[in-house]
């Protein structure tokens, strides 16, 4: 059932929304590990009421020696790939997910310009995704300024996180 207006017209549910809503079901706890977009994930979920029953927290790792330190990204992987690379992403999130005692964590990382970073051409972000299943990556190519690039890696790591967490059934399904 969609949640309506007061004129009787649907309202769309939001990705943030989305995400807390197949957590809560799955009885999922969720956490984030972002470079690219600074934090935006962790405030679009918890912009959301009731966020504090899943959202463990979130750890913004601009710098390299933060992804290394703090989320466990090999320094040799960082040096040899630079910050923006599929890798990095999937290691962030495992990174995340263990620190901040989640089950499942979401990682974004990209250039955003003006200029290329580490090689890759503006546009290029990489997510990454850690559960219990397992870890993965997915790499975009988006148009667009900066604004528009951490916009559309936001929206498609809210997408990619929503997925993990609605394959993960709920509470008490045997799989």
Do not use: W
Not at 85 to 96: I, S
């Amino acid at each position: 059932m969609s949640p309506e207006t007061g004129a009787g017209a649907p309202v769309e549910e939001s990705s943030a929304a989305r995400v807390l809503r197949a957590a809560n079901r799955a009885g999922k706890t969720v956490a984030t590990a972002e470079s690219l977009t600074a934090g935006m994930l962790c405030a679009e979920l918890g912009s959301v009421p009731g966020a504090s029953t899943v959202l463990q927290g979130g750890v913004v790792a601009y710098q390299n020696g933060i992804k290394h330190s703090v989320l466990g990204v090999p320094a040799a992987l960082l040096a040899e790939a630079g910050s923006v690379d599929g890798r990095v992403a999937e290691l962030m999130a495992v990174g995340a997910r263990k620190a901040l005692d989640a089950d499942v964590a979401v990682s974004t990382t990209g250039a955003a310009g003006p200029a290329a970073h580490d090689g890759k051409p503006v546009g290029t972000v990489f997510v990454g995704i850690a559960s219990a299943g397992g870890s993965y990556f997915r790499e975009f190519l988006f148009p667009g300024d900066r604004t528009a690039i951490r916009a559309a890696a936001c929206r498609e790591a809210l997408a990619m996180l929503a997925a993990e967490l609605e394959t993960a059934g709920p509470v008490g399904d045997v799989q």
